[in-house]
């Protein structure tokens, strides 16, 4: 603005950032006009999480790997669980690799916009790329994981079916979840940052309330639909099966998770777009 705008009172264009109150605040095409900007974000998230370690992306391999050890000692040498037919290693590793990723990118989901709280009170993009990028950057360790879990199904002399081309599927239905839930845990935290204090605590609940270390057919029929409310339940049993199917899941369980997952997305868009007005005020 020079002096004579000044003196003569001229009114400069102003740029308000409010919520809407309709579905068109979404701005789902603005998010793609940012993503140049989505994928900075999920670079970023990778080089910190890497930066300064001896192994590197090696840790996605070795995490499940030792947890598998241990779930195999204890659920399968002691406890005889069954395995619906299945080598044990291969059964929970199988599923470790959805639900490390659902709790990975949750855990960076939630801390997303907190942490971003620099870039939020200086410049204007979309904030769901915040989120977003935290789910999608945890496809990298899935990857290299999965690469893995590929070399156990070979050494085992395991021989995918037709369900394998629903794989694809099941892993959107996975980030599908994580983003999901993120979502709305993400607001909370801006608010109440006892969410992120307690959310390491839920997902050691979540993970035994999962069928990772056993399979859902040693759940009692009568508590079968309950179960299903778990949207992580049909994302690990259609992805066990998907991969190994040796027999064809329990797709009433699959239609209810997966139903749950796109109630819980749809609110949490809408939660999300309606509270980001307040996150600079906030943060």
């Known amino acids: 603005m020079n002096a004579t705008e000044i003196k003569s009172g001229v009114d400069l264009p102003v740029i308000r950032i409010s919520s809407s109150t309709n579905w068109v605040a979404l701005r789902l095409r603005e998010l793609w006009d940012y993503r140049e900007l989505l994928y900075f974000f999920v670079w970023r998230d990778v080089k910190v999480r890497y930066k300064q370690t001896a192994i ?23 406890a005889k669980m069954p395995s619906d037919g299945l080598p044990y290693p291969v059964f929970s590793y199988a599923a470790l690799l959805p639900w490390n990723y659902f709790a990975s990118s949750l855990n960076r989901s939630i801390g997303s916009v907190v942490e971003g709280a620099n870039l939020i009170t200086k410049v204007y993009f979309p904030r769901l790329l915040l989120p ?16 893995f879990l590929l070399l156990m199904i070979t050494w085992y002399g395991i ?71 778990n949207p992580m339940a049909g994302v690990i049993e259609g992805f066990r099966w998907a991969l190994l199917g040796r027999q064809m899941p329990d797709i009433q369980l699959i239609v209810i998770s997966t139903a749950v997952v796109l109630l819980l997305l749809a609110g949490g868009l809408i939660f999300f777009t309606r509270m980001e007005n307040t996150f600079a005020d906030v943060v």
């Open 159 to 229: 021989i995918p079916t037709w369900g394998v081309l629903l794989l694809p599927c099941f892993i959107l239905l996975a980030m599908l979840t994580a983003l999901s839930v993120g979502l709305w845990l993400s607001v909370l935290n801006v608010r109440f940052r006892d969410v992120g204090q307690a959310i390491p605590f839920l997902i050691q609940i979540w993970l035994f309330a999962s069928p990772v270390a056993y399979p859902v057919s040693i759940v009692p029929d009568k508590w079968r639909a309950l179960y299903s409310l």
């Open 132 to 147: 977003i990028s935290a789910t999608v950057s945890g496809l990298i360790d899935f990857a290299i994981s999965f690469i």
């Open 56 to 78: 590197g992306a090696a840790w996605a391999i070795i995490q499940p790997l030792l947890t598998v050890v241990a779930f195999t000692l204890i659920f399968d040498q002691f």
